[in-house]
């Protein structure tokens, strides 16, 4: 096998990752709330995961420094 086959696509990620699968959950609670979040990460990896895969549930603003 090649290492290509063990890497996942973001969409992979989302939907075998129960951390990543509550935190849609709790998002879209809070979005139907009226509630807005702001989310910190030092890893742009995860900005990028988590703008990517919002399926255009959630809007997405990333904000660079």
């Not at 992979?12 to 935190?23: A, P």
């Not at 988590?50 to 959630?58: P, V």
């Amino acid at each position: 096998p090649e290492i290509s086959d063990y890497i996942l696509t973001n969409e992979q990620v989302f939907e075998i990752s129960g951390k990543m699968n509550k935190l849609e959950k709790i998002l879209m609670k809070l979005k139907n709330n009226g509630n807005r979040v702001l989310i910190f990460s030092q890893m742009t990896k995860m900005m990028n995961i988590l703008g990517n895969n919002n399926n255009n549930k959630i809007n997405f603003i990333r904000m660079f420094f």
